[in-house]
């Protein structure tokens, strides 16, 4: 474990955090690199503590400032073919949320990390996740379960997804990393559904099945808009791999 004290530079447009986010950083953090073949990764939040297992550094960067993968440019290699544990200690028992907890990642990144960035808006194709003509198939969750959104491969050559009290904006994360392009949701609807959405990807030519975009219409009653229009990209300028301790 180490203490994770930093300074805040902006230098000639180029940041390693911004200034709103100088006082929030981890009292302490371990960072190892986890060597195992395990393809899923784990978050779990408590009070005063954020425990992140077998994840890659892109997606810290995404957690920390809130984009989605197309989003971040110059991203080396390794921070999507090495993934690690990180356990780091607030020192209170605060709660951290998904949006309270950006600034300590950003913290955490220009501290062990070597991370530096800068902002660019540029033009890119983004896919707009929106209710089809006839409205969508969604079903309310009720009653009890746990919150779970997973990915998994079927016997036939599918991908299932498999959603308990899931919401859209995560669907529209999925959809992200799926298609390769970014995708927002754009529904209007805030609620936690119970789904399951199974298409054949693009990469196995010998499954027989609906496409991603055609399952999304078909299964969900939603459907993704394509169109160019600016968007918020963090450019990374610098990063390095952490030391373990």
């Given at each position: 474990?180490?203490?994770?004290?930093?300074?805040?530079?902006?230098?000639?447009?180029?940041?390693?955090?911004?200034?709103?986010?100088?006082?929030?950083?981890?009292?302490?953090?371990?960072?190892?690199?986890?060597?195992?073949?395990?393809?899923?990764?784990?978050?779990?939040?408590?009070?005063?503590?954020?425990?992140?297992?077998?994840?890659?550094?892109?997606?810290?960067?995404?957690?920390?400032?809130?984009?989605?993968?197309?989003?971040?440019?110059?991203?080396?290699?390794?921070?999507?073919?090495?993934?690690?544990?990180?356990?780091?200690?607030?020192?209170?028992?605060?709660?951290?949320?998904?949006?309270?907890?950006?600034?300590?990642?950003?913290?955490?990144?220009?501290?062990?990390?070597?991370?530096?960035?800068?902002?660019?808006?540029?033009?890119?194709?983004?896919?707009?996740?929106?209710?089809?003509?006839?409205?969508?198939?969604?079903?309310?969750?009720?009653?009890?379960?746990?919150?779970?959104?997973?990915?998994?491969?079927?016997?036939?050559?599918?991908?299932?997804?498999?959603?308990?009290?899931?919401?859209?904006?995560?669907?529209?994360?999925?959809?992200?990393?799926?298609?390769?392009?970014?995708?927002?949701?754009?529904?209007?609807?805030?609620?936690?559904?119970?789904?399951?959405?199974?298409?054949?990807?693009?990469?196995?030519?010998?499954?027989?099945?609906?496409?991603?975009?055609?399952?999304?219409?078909?299964?969900?009653?939603?459907?993704?808009?394509?169109?160019?229009?600016?968007?918020?990209?963090?450019?990374?300028?610098?990063?390095?791999r952490p030391t373990e301790d």
């Amino acid at each position: 474990m180490r203490v994770g004290l930093l300074l805040v530079a902006l230098v000639a447009g180029v940041s390693s955090v911004t200034a709103q986010s100088a006082e929030k950083v981890f009292d302490a953090v371990s960072i190892k690199r986890n060597r195992t073949t395990a393809a899923a990764s784990d978050t779990n939040t408590t009070p005063g503590r954020l425990s992140l297992v077998n994840v890659t550094v892109l997606s810290v960067v995404l957690r920390a400032f809130g984009v989605m993968g197309p989003q971040v440019v110059g991203a080396p290699d390794w921070l999507t073919s090495e993934r690690y544990d990180i356990l780091a200690v607030t020192g209170d028992g605060t709660a951290l949320t998904d949006e309270s907890r950006r600034a300590y990642l950003q913290n955490l990144l220009a501290d062990r990390f070597r991370f530096s960035f800068h902002r660019e808006t540029r033009e890119a194709r983004v896919y707009s996740l929106v209710p089809a003509k006839d409205g969508h198939k969604l079903v309310s969750h009720a009653g009890p379960g746990e919150y779970s959104m997973r990915v998994q491969p079927t016997d036939d050559g599918r991908l299932r997804l498999r959603s308990t009290r899931g919401n859209l904006s995560r669907l529209a994360e999925i959809l992200t990393g799926q298609l390769g392009e970014l995708v927002t949701d754009r529904t209007g609807l805030s609620g936690e559904y119970d789904f399951t959405l199974d298409w054949v990807p693009n990469l196995n030519d010998s499954a027989a099945g609906p496409s991603l975009f055609t399952s999304v219409v078909e299964q969900l009653g939603l459907r993704l808009e394509s169109g160019k229009r600016p968007v918020e990209a963090i450019v990374i300028d610098r990063i390095e791999r952490p030391t373990e301790d």
